[in-house]
């Protein structure tokens, strides 16, 4: 499956083709996942954006406590 730069990942078709790569792949059940649709994707999509969020804070926070002394 090859996405352009441009093709949105919440296109329908897009989403039907990545559940089958998805519900084919030998470590689906690896994530504790055996059934995924279209809200299982985008639950794991949010739930990745959140994980970013909270690591961009906990940098933040790291080079705001940081005074440069060795």
């Given at each position: 499956?090859?996405?352009?730069?441009?093709?949105p990942?919440?296109?329908?078709?897009?989403?039907?083709?990545?559940?089958?790569q998805?519900?084919?792949?030998?470590?689906c059940?690896?994530?504790?996942v055996n059934?995924f649709n279209?809200?299982?994707i985008?639950?794991?999509?949010v739930f990745d954006v959140?994980v970013?969020i909270?690591?961009a804070?906990l940098?933040?926070s790291?080079?705001?406590s940081d005074?440069?002394a060795?």
């Amino acid at each position: 499956m090859e996405f352009e730069e441009r093709d949105p990942i919440f296109e329908e078709e897009k989403q039907t083709e990545l559940i089958e790569q998805i519900q084919n792949a030998p470590d689906c059940i690896v994530f504790g996942v055996n059934r995924f649709n279209q809200r299982t994707i985008r639950i794991l999509m949010v739930f990745d954006v959140v994980v970013a969020i909270i690591l961009a804070a906990l940098v933040l926070s790291y080079d705001q406590s940081d005074t440069g002394a060795l």
